[in-house]
């Protein structure tokens, strides 16, 4: 079978469905929606159409030459998700899981966010279908996110601080099912990354597989032939299983994605799943995942809200596990830079997190040399942290100085 | 030791039902939820369903997330539990049942947890979080040892997935008495009754209610229909504001219930 055909509910060992029995009839109903959807050419017409006169799709590649320079000369191409509207490739998922809770009949929309940027996609779907809309969202990410907060409640969102356990991402899930099993009848639960239990990671990655069939025709109509590496971020892994897809099949074409390795991996202030983690059950699926001795998840860190999850979609730990794709951490201090030199050398700011994954294509770049073509997917857009980086930067302050 | 089946069939043939309930081991600290437990044990429960702090319970609501994580921040490890099952077995002679999510079970080893709880005198596991179309390796362990296997059954459930639910347990069936998650309610759903009703036609004869259920009248309301009442959440509330006197009349109130009136 062809990598790209997978389907869930398991890929090798991983995916599943590690939930309350009281899920398992929305998540039946949701299964079969989504199958039935996916050959539905009015479905497919409908999410077309939001695409090309909402989302603003297909959206652009940049090649970025002055960027490349850093980059041991290498052919760098982004693809330019950071100019979807909403500010993320987050909005290609959340429409199309907005018109099938539409299609349920479900009026209400519950999610978690990070960062925001699946928050903010996610009230913006609401408003524009009508719906209700409860955004969890950990404490403190609202506080380093103020402004995706102030953005999701302007959209008419209740934003909802979380404040058990760690009272980031991991603990925003946790209240969104929570949510969820009280109000499944009314309710969809947009979850926002390639985790948890089937179908999401099956159904999140094909709505947003679009972005590497896109991408991979763009960058042979440029350059005439497939890039030698495609490179992404990966937190739970929804933007890098997104443009991973299309390029699954050929084999020429080596896949990376860069996790959040915080102050290092070999601190215990990370977020680096793949690197340190080992197979385990949580939120729904069995994946890599962040735990001590006993099972219990252990508490990620980065500076970027949207990568710091103890966990990794299902699809990655397989592909990483039959050495389809491989893995590496970057470190926030890493990122930073990266983001700065983007910003510096081609006018571009890219999100905190998709700066992981110019990060690594930075070194990807020296050791694959001048003769090579790496496509970067820029996720979103750095708008939301300019807060953290002003910070990080020290960059803030009226009498602050051009560091 | 008696099993968790002959318990409940004992109490439903004197007239009234099972009281079944709910403490978080390591909470406060190990040596009180013991006390704690033994004190249930004493004071009227039939039952023990003694709960394995989990980083991320989201079956459970604000009163057992803070206890569970309190214990977690005390240091709690999984030989707690089954220190815990040990002491209370050797000391009561009423069944302990752990709750978990599944990653402990996972990450200790399926079996090797299974010989342990074993020999610690525990009667099996509460699985909120695994379904039976996921368990394979425990359902062989269980198998192995003869331990009990609780799996949920949810209002939302399909009449095939109940029969899966009551073929694949044993012990009884946890009757999920609303959808949400646990924590005291001021009525249990009428969901609970007309679930319990179909558990016995799909052929359960063990089914207990849980969730929501906090007052002696409940537990009474609950037993008209069902072979055990489920209480948690106000347990745990008695334990933390009132330590394990309160958590023995808690108790004690509750199992006026659970008795023929």
Not at chain 1, 324 to 348: F, H, K, N, Q
Not at chain 2, 46 to 53: A, F, H, K, M, T
């Amino acid at each position: 079978m062809a990598l790209r055909d997978q389907s869930g509910p398991y890929f090798g060992e991983y995916g599943g469905r590690f939930v309350p029995e009281s899920l398992i009839a929305a998540l039946d109903e949701l299964d079969e929606a989504y199958k039935a959807a996916k050959v539905d050419p009015v479905f497919q017409a409908e999410l077309a159409h939001l695409h090309s006169t909402y989302t603003g799709r297909p959206s652009i590649i940049t090649e970025v030459p002055r960027f490349a320079e850093h980059a041991g000369g290498a052919r760098i191409i982004l693809k330019r998700e950071d100019l979807n509207h909403t500010g993320s490739h987050k909005i290609n998922n959340v429409l199309g899981q907005a018109l099938l809770a539409r299609r349920l009949g479900k009026t209400r929309l519950i999610a978690e966010t990070g960062a925001g940027q699946h928050g903010v996609a996610t009230a913006t779907a609401a408003a524009l279908f009508g719906m209700e809309c409860v955004v969890y969202m950990g404490e403190v990410d609202t506080e380093r996110q103020a402004l995706n907060v102030a953005r999701m409640r302007l959209l008419g969102a209740e934003v909802i601080p979380v404040t058990a356990g760690s009272r980031t991402l991991k603990d925003a899930i946790n209240e969104a099912l929570r949510d969820w099993v009280a109000n499944v009848e009314n309710s969809h639960y947009l979850l926002g990354t390639v985790a948890g239990p089937h179908p999401f990671p099956v159904m999140v990655r094909d709505f947003h597989k679009i972005i590497g069939e896109e991408a991979r025709q763009q960058v042979l109509d440029l350059v005439g032939r497939l890039p030698d590496a495609v490179t992404a971020c990966v937190g739970g892994g929804s933007n890098a299983i997104g443009i991973f897809h299309a390029f699954l099949d050929d084999p020429s074409v080596a896949l990376y994605g860069y996790e959040a390795a915080g102050e290092g991996a070999e601190t215990p202030r990370h977020a680096a799943t793949m690197t340190k983690g080992r197979p385990g059950v949580l939120h729904g699926a069995r994946s890599y995942l962040l735990q001590d001795d006993d099972g219990q998840t252990v508490e990620s860190h980065s500076i970027s809200a949207g990568l710091d999850y103890p966990g990794v979609g299902p699809e990655h730990a397989w592909l990483a596990d039959i050495g389809r794709a491989s893995y590496l951490p970057v470190t926030d201090d890493e990122a930073m830079s990266a983001l700065r030199l983007l910003s510096r050398t081609e006018g571009i700011i890219p999100a905190i997190e998709s700066a992981h994954a110019l990060a690594g294509t930075i070194t990807l770049g020296k050791q694959l040399g001048p003769e090579s073509i790496i496509l970067v997917n820029l996720s979103g857009r750095g708008d939301k942290d300019m807060e953290t980086a002003g910070r990080y930067f020290d960059i803030l302050d009226a009498g602050a100085e051009q560091s | 030791m008696r099993s968790v089946e002959s318990v409940i069939a004992a109490r439903k043939a004197a007239g009234g039902g099972a009281l079944v309930g709910y403490l978080p081991a390591g909470f406060p600290d190990l040596r009180t939820s013991i006390e704690a437990a033994v004190a249930l044990a004493e004071n009227g429960v039939d039952v023990i369903e003694l709960g394995l702090p989990y980083s991320d319970p989201v079956m459970d609501g604000p009163v057992i997330q803070a206890a569970t994580l309190t214990a977690l921040t005390a240091g709690f490890r999984i030989h707690h539990a089954f220190e815990a099952v040990a002491e209370i077995t050797s000391r009561v002679d009423t069944p302990v049942l752990l709750m978990t999510y599944w990653n402990p079970v996972l990450q200790f080893g399926v079996d090797r947890f299974a010989d342990e709880l074993l020999a610690a005198g525990g009667s099996g596991l509460i699985t909120p979080d695994l379904i039976p179309d996921e368990a394979h390796d425990w359902l062989a362990a269980s198998e192995r040892t003869g331990l009990d296997r609780v799996f949920l059954a949810a209002p939302s459930s399909t009449d095939a997935r109940l029969s899966q639910a009551i073929e694949k347990s044993r012990g009884f069936v946890y009757a999920v008495s609303t959808m949400g998650i646990t924590g005291a309610r001021s009525d249990v759903d009428t969901a609970a009754k007309a679930l319990v009703a179909r558990l016995r036609t799909a052929g359960a004869t063990s089914a207990c209610v849980g969730l929501g259920i906090s007052s002696a009248d409940q537990v009474r309301e609950v037993l008209q229909y069902a072979d055990g009442a489920i209480v948690g959440s106000a347990l745990v509330k008695a334990l933390a504001d009132g330590g394990v006197t309160a958590v023995a009349s808690a108790a004690s109130e509750l199992a006026t219930g659970s008795t023929l009136s």
